[in-house]
């Protein structure tokens, strides 16, 4: 029901109700492969270019909430996650660069089992993640993008990506 009403052609308000209360329940990790199941991961992955704040925060927090295994986070980069996040790491709001960083942080901790379309779709979060280092991003921003490469240094194909841009 509540995934129903998180998908493209909802009336803003019953999405932005619908993401929140999803966001709710993906903090219990038991829940976390219900949601999965349901559906939800496309319809939170298009709510990341929806343009409502309180609701891109949401959905961008829910899916790092649901990456609770190797096979939710895949579920989650090859529904096109990666590409949505690094648009949001450009944002202006401090908040939402630290909530996206926040759920690479959790995508990365699978990369390593990461292989194929997944690991390259990762990759591409690696420049971006390597820009908040250093371009007086918020030091909690800079922490969790640290964090990530940290994580996503655990793959041997990523390790060399994280050095040919420079991060090392």
Request: proline share 5%; net charge negative; with cysteine.
């Amino acid at each position: 029901m509540l995934v129903s009403k998180l998908a493209a052609g909802s009336r803003p308000q019953l999405q932005d109700q619908a993401v929140a209360q999803v966001g709710e329940l993906s903090l219990e990790i038991g829940n976390s492969d219900a949601i999965v199941a349901s559906g939800a991961i496309p319809a939170l992955v298009q709510l990341l270019s929806s343009g409502r704040h309180h609701s891109t925060c949401n959905a961008v927090t829910t899916l790092g909430n649901l990456d609770g295994s190797p096979t939710n986070a895949h579920a989650i980069v090859l529904a096109g996650a990666i590409p949505s996040m690094v648009q949001l790491l450009q944002s202006s709001s401090p908040e939402l660069q630290g909530r996206t960083v926040g759920a690479l942080v959790a995508l990365s901790r699978a990369a390593a089992d990461f292989q194929g379309d997944s690991s390259r779709l990762i990759a591409g979060a690696i420049s971006p993640l390597t820009q908040l280092l250093g371009k007086g991003s918020p030091p909690s921003v800079q922490e969790k993008s640290c964090a990530a490469l940290f994580n996503l240094a655990h793959s041997d194909f990523l390790t060399w990506y994280i050095v040919s841009v420079g991060a090392v």
